[in-house]
């Protein structure tokens, strides 16, 4: 009994040791880890990841400087604003997920593991709510479908307006070059070539909104890093957008296109699963557009906002998203799919 | 469902962001004291003091209708920002400083109304005006360009489309008009995204409303604070009705941030797409005949929804590179009697 007694005291002291040492790592994480990302990683004895994070923020804040800088000194020149651009989302990405990732992974050293293999359809039904100062519209019905024939997707998704005619509907194909398909992949990562059109009509307002897009999109498994259960996706792309006027001309216009996100994935994809990010979204011609505020900085920059992908069942699931930019976009959808074959 | 509704407005309250200067704009031409009170119809121009006896307004438009009511036989009235040849419909002239004028009004039975005019009101003969925007932090140089405004007879007056001011200070508004004095016609702005980074909007205390209208020979002129990268919706609402009134008119529409970049991928338009289309298709439908923007540091020639579009945003700021452009502002010509723009040039100072 004495010894029963012994052996679990050490126990509890190790339990409780593990947690001294994940606080004092965590709180290294946040501070000094804001200015030296991977410290809460180096303080847990994760050099190697400790490395790379700083690295990447590294990076993240030559790229944030080089395309700022590029900006600021050519006063925003038409010949060099878009790939200014692009480096500065690519580096405020890299070196906001590099804090995000180290926090995260010496907090819980992971709670989920990645979808290794998708089924061949999934399915959506929902609804969004959309609060723009601009427009009268609110309530939208949202439906579309994931269809995955070997390394190619099709994507349609509709948004139809509840009550009003607003109505968007969106077609996305993709490659997968790389990553998980209907056939198992090693880990959460992928990347594709994604070819989009857009067609988005306001018949109150009397115009439409066209687009073609083309754009590269990835998403990195930081267990490649030692911090399991959690991710980064980024893209980048070009939309090419056509407005039509009802009695009028119309315009051509085009769009760079960027997005990054950190995430992390709760539980086992066998089981009750989910996948929870927040993210950047570049574009503007979406619902939620780009971000507004009160002072100086409007309209350059695009929207945040956060999403999560929970699989209740083998065959059922729910999406919940919000976003803020120009607008206010918040909503829920039910999903289901075929079986994986596992 | 209701109280998904309630909360998401709430929330959203967040997007309202140019709704304060909206509602700032309703108050902008009213003042009122346990001795005077002055109402100027449109809130065509602002109310800079007030005291027992003495008025000192700016105008925003050529011919505001100012309303006086006081315990006294008469008011000194001082009007900054009008044509040189401008009139009080009442009063006598005391003081003549070319844009700023003073008047002695007498009040009848302790009130009068009080309009400004022009020799040339009536005329439906073609006449110019110059647009110049984002002088910023480059106040120091702006006498350049107000020296070439000056060589040209032609120019009756200058819309400015904000960006007046590097962060709108109320220092920055007050050098800005100094250096304003060196200019021989008024000058009616609008406001830019740089003058809200001061710890309040002092752009509409000193100058006036952020949206106007007014009609000068009969040509339109609607000026729109589009400085967050939006328009408020009660603005919107004022830009229908303006749209209305000036539909069997030629009509000049002029913001600061561009409903579009002509540049797509720069973005240095509206932050939603939608909304852009939303006000330029609104345009286009009641027969918009110009538009002219700022925020973009260089000259643009483009169309949006066929309406001639113009960025002229040479005042002096960080100029855009690699354009070969420089320091610029424009000229428009416009003719009532043909009912249209006969042209746009560009001014090069450097």
Same mark, same amino acid.
């Given at each position: 009994m004495r010894t029963a007694t012994l052996v679990l005291a050490l126990l509890l002291a190790a339990r409780d040791a593990q947690a001294d040492d994940r606080a004092k790592a965590t709180a290294a994480a946040v501070l000094p880890g804001a200015v030296v990302h991977g410290a809460g990683s180096w303080v847990a004895g994760r050099r190697d990841t400790a490395r790379t994070l700083l690295y990447a923020e590294l990076v993240g804040i030559g790229a944030m400087g080089a395309g700022f800088g590029t900006l600021y000194a050519s006063g925003g020149s038409r010949k060099i604003a878009a790939p200014a651009i692009a480096t500065a989302i690519v580096g405020t990405g890299l070196f906001v997920v590099s804090w995000l990732a180290d926090i995260e992974g010496v907090a819980t050293d992971g709670l989920g593991e990645p979808r290794r293999v998708l089924p061949p359809i999934e399915a959506s039904l929902g609804v969004r709510f959309v609060e723009h100062p601009a427009f009268a519209y609110r309530t939208f019905v949202t439906t579309g479908f994931d269809l995955r024939l070997g390394r190619v997707r099709v994507s349609p998704e509709g948004w139809f307006g509840a009550g009003h005619a607003n109505e968007r509907l969106r077609l996305e194909t993709a490659y997968r070059f790389a990553g998980a398909t209907t056939r198992r992949s090693a880990d959460g990562s992928f990347v594709d070539l994604t070819l989009a059109g857009v067609r988005h009509a306001f018949p109150p307002e009397r115009f439409t909104m066209s687009s073609a897009e083309v754009g590269v999109?990835?998403?990195?498994?930081?267990?490649?890093?030692?911090?399991?259960?959690?991710?980064?996706?980024?893209?980048?792309?070009?939309?090419?957008?056509?407005?039509? $006027?009802?009695?009028?001309?119309?315009?051509?216009?085009?769009?760079?296109?960027?997005?990054?996100?950190?995430?992390?994935?709760?539980?086992?994809?066998?089981?009750?699963?989910?996948?929870?990010?927040?993210? $950047?979204?570049?574009?503007?011609?979406?619902?939620?557009?780009?971000?507004?505020?009160?002072?100086?900085?409007?309209?350059?920059?695009?929207?945040?906002?956060?999403?999560?992908?929970?699989?209740?069942?083998?065959?059922?699931?729910?999406?919940?998203?919000?976003?803020?930019?120009?607008?206010?976009?918040?909503?829920?959808?039910?999903?289901?799919?075929?079986?994986?074959?596992? | 469902m209701r109280r998904i509704l309630v909360t998401l407005a709430v929330v959203s309250s967040c997007t309202h962001v140019a709704e304060e200067r909206t509602r700032a704009d309703e108050r902008i031409g009213h003042a009122h004291t346990a001795?005077?009170?002055?109402?100027?119809?449109? !809130?065509?121009?602002?109310?800079?003091?007030?005291?027992?006896?003495?008025?000192?307004?700016?105008?925003? #438009?050529?011919?505001?209708?100012?309303?006086?009511?006081?315990?006294?036989?008469?008011?000194?009235?001082?009007?900054?920002?009008?044509?040189?040849?401008?009139?009080?419909?009442?009063? #006598?002239?005391?003081?003549?400083? !070319?844009? #700023?004028?003073?008047?002695?009004?007498?009040?009848?039975?302790?009130?009068?109304?009080?309009?400004?005019?022009?020799?040339?009101?009536?005329?439906?003969?073609?006449?110019?005006?110059?647009?110049?925007a984002d002088v910023q932090e480059d106040i120091d140089r702006v006498g350049d360009i107000y020296a070439r405004m000056n060589a040209d007879p032609t120019i009756r007056f200058v819309l400015f489309s904000g960006d007046l001011t590097r962060r709108g200070t109320e220092a920055e508004l007050l050098e800005f008009e100094r250096r304003e004095s060196e200019l021989r016609v008024p000058l009616y702005a609008t406001l830019g995204n740089h003058e809200l980074g001061a710890d309040e909007v002092y752009f509409q205390r000193l100058f006036g409303r952020g949206n106007f209208h007014f009609v000068f020979r009969d040509v339109a002129f609607t000026l729109l604070d589009s400085a967050s990268a939006t328009i408020d919706p009660r603005a919107f609402g004022w830009l229908e009705t303006w749209l209305q009134r000036g539909r069997d008119l030629p009509h000049v529409v002029a913001m600061h941030i561009p409903p579009f970049d002509p540049v797509g991928t720069r973005n240095g338009a509206f932050a939603s797409r939608a909304e852009a289309s939303k006000v330029v298709a609104a345009l286009a439908e009641a027969g918009v005949d110009l538009t002219l923007y700022g925020h973009i540091h260089s000259f643009y020639a483009y169309e949006n929804a066929g309406i001639p579009?113009?960025?002229?945003? !040479? !005042?002096?700021?960080?100029?855009?590179?690699?354009?070969?452009?420089?320091?610029?502002?424009?000229?428009?010509?416009?003719?009532p009697a043909a009912r249209r723009v006969l042209g746009v040039g560009v001014v090069r100072i450097d």
């Amino acid at each position: 009994m004495r010894t029963a007694t012994l052996v679990l005291a050490l126990l509890l002291a190790a339990r409780d040791a593990q947690a001294d040492d994940r606080a004092k790592a965590t709180a290294a994480a946040v501070l000094p880890g804001a200015v030296v990302h991977g410290a809460g990683s180096w303080v847990a004895g994760r050099r190697d990841t400790a490395r790379t994070l700083l690295y990447a923020e590294l990076v993240g804040i030559g790229a944030m400087g080089a395309g700022f800088g590029t900006l600021y000194a050519s006063g925003g020149s038409r010949k060099i604003a878009a790939p200014a651009i692009a480096t500065a989302i690519v580096g405020t990405g890299l070196f906001v997920v590099s804090w995000l990732a180290d926090i995260e992974g010496v907090a819980t050293d992971g709670l989920g593991e990645p979808r290794r293999v998708l089924p061949p359809i999934e399915a959506s039904l929902g609804v969004r709510f959309v609060e723009h100062p601009a427009f009268a519209y609110r309530t939208f019905v949202t439906t579309g479908f994931d269809l995955r024939l070997g390394r190619v997707r099709v994507s349609p998704e509709g948004w139809f307006g509840a009550g009003h005619a607003n109505e968007r509907l969106r077609l996305e194909t993709a490659y997968r070059f790389a990553g998980a398909t209907t056939r198992r992949s090693a880990d959460g990562s992928f990347v594709d070539l994604t070819l989009a059109g857009v067609r988005h009509a306001f018949p109150p307002e009397r115009f439409t909104m066209s687009s073609a897009e083309v754009g590269v999109s990835g998403r990195y498994d930081l267990a490649r890093i030692d911090l399991p259960g959690s991710f980064v996706d980024g893209s980048i792309g070009v939309a090419f957008a056509r407005h039509d $006027y009802t009695g009028a001309a119309s315009d051509a216009t085009e769009q760079l296109l960027a997005r990054w996100a950190y995430g992390v994935w709760l539980g086992r994809p066998s089981s009750t699963w989910a996948e929870v990010s927040a993210f $950047y979204e570049h574009r503007h011609d979406g619902f939620a557009g780009g971000f507004v505020q009160p002072g100086l900085f409007s309209g350059v920059l695009g929207s945040f906002g956060g999403r999560a992908l929970a699989w209740l069942t083998e065959d059922l699931g729910a999406i919940a998203e919000a976003q803020v930019g120009a607008a206010i976009v918040i909503g829920a959808s039910v999903v289901v799919r075929q079986r994986v074959v596992r | 469902m209701r109280r998904i509704l309630v909360t998401l407005a709430v929330v959203s309250s967040c997007t309202h962001v140019a709704e304060e200067r909206t509602r700032a704009d309703e108050r902008i031409g009213h003042a009122h004291t346990a001795a005077i009170d002055v109402d100027v119809d449109d !809130g065509a121009a602002c109310v800079r003091s007030i005291a027992p006896g003495v008025i000192r307004l700016r105008a925003q #438009t050529p011919a505001p209708v100012i309303r006086i009511r006081a315990n006294a036989e008469r008011v000194r009235v001082t009007i900054d920002n009008v044509l040189a040849d401008a009139t009080l419909s009442i009063g #006598t002239l005391v003081e003549d400083a !070319g844009c #700023t004028k003073t008047w002695d009004v007498p009040l009848a039975a302790g009130a009068a109304i009080a309009s400004l005019h022009t020799p040339d009101e009536a005329s439906r003969a073609p006449y110019r005006f110059a647009l110049l925007a984002d002088v910023q932090e480059d106040i120091d140089r702006v006498g350049d360009i107000y020296a070439r405004m000056n060589a040209d007879p032609t120019i009756r007056f200058v819309l400015f489309s904000g960006d007046l001011t590097r962060r709108g200070t109320e220092a920055e508004l007050l050098e800005f008009e100094r250096r304003e004095s060196e200019l021989r016609v008024p000058l009616y702005a609008t406001l830019g995204n740089h003058e809200l980074g001061a710890d309040e909007v002092y752009f509409q205390r000193l100058f006036g409303r952020g949206n106007f209208h007014f009609v000068f020979r009969d040509v339109a002129f609607t000026l729109l604070d589009s400085a967050s990268a939006t328009i408020d919706p009660r603005a919107f609402g004022w830009l229908e009705t303006w749209l209305q009134r000036g539909r069997d008119l030629p009509h000049v529409v002029a913001m600061h941030i561009p409903p579009f970049d002509p540049v797509g991928t720069r973005n240095g338009a509206f932050a939603s797409r939608a909304e852009a289309s939303k006000v330029v298709a609104a345009l286009a439908e009641a027969g918009v005949d110009l538009t002219l923007y700022g925020h973009i540091h260089s000259f643009y020639a483009y169309e949006n929804a066929g309406i001639p579009a113009y960025i002229s945003g !040479g !005042g002096g700021a960080v100029p855009e590179r690699l354009d070969g452009i420089g320091r610029n502002y424009l000229t428009v010509d416009v003719d009532p009697a043909a009912r249209r723009v006969l042209g746009v040039g560009v001014v090069r100072i450097d």
